[in-house]
Nanobody, 115 residues
């Protein structure tokens, strides 16, 4: 069974920065595609950023230029670095990895942007 352990998040003022990480429990698990999603209260879950195994990235228009997705293959960990955060970025953030023919979700971590 593959488990994803998310860390990071928290509360920050507008304009601040936060980093999220998502560690895959099994070192032999080969990540084919990874992504970060978020869900704000009363809204549907949306894809924020994604990366394929060849390093190609894709970002939602609302976060382009502010968020960066990355990975550390040695640690089998996925990251999301968020700059210039806005109140509308407030949501629960979930990582998702796809590999070995299946997709797996992290438990979610809260990000709150407020003055």
């Amino acid at each position: 069974q593959v488990q994803l352990v998310e860390s990071g998040g928290g509360s920050v003022q507008p304009g601040g920065s936060l980093g999220l990480s998502c560690a895959v429990s099994r070192s032999e698990f080969r990540i084919i595609r990874m992504g970060w999603h978020r869900q704000a209260p009363g809204k549907q879950r949306e894809l924020v950023a994604s990366m394929t195994s060849d390093g190609s990235t894709n970002y939602a228009d609302s976060v382009k230029g502010r968020f960066t997705i990355s990975r550390d293959n040695a640690k089998n960990t996925v990251y999301l670095h968020m700059n210039n955060l806005k109140p509308e970025d407030t949501a629960v953030y979930y990582c998702k990895v796809v590999g070995n023919g299946a997709g797996y979700w992290g438990q979610g971590t809260q990000v709150t942007v407020s003055s």
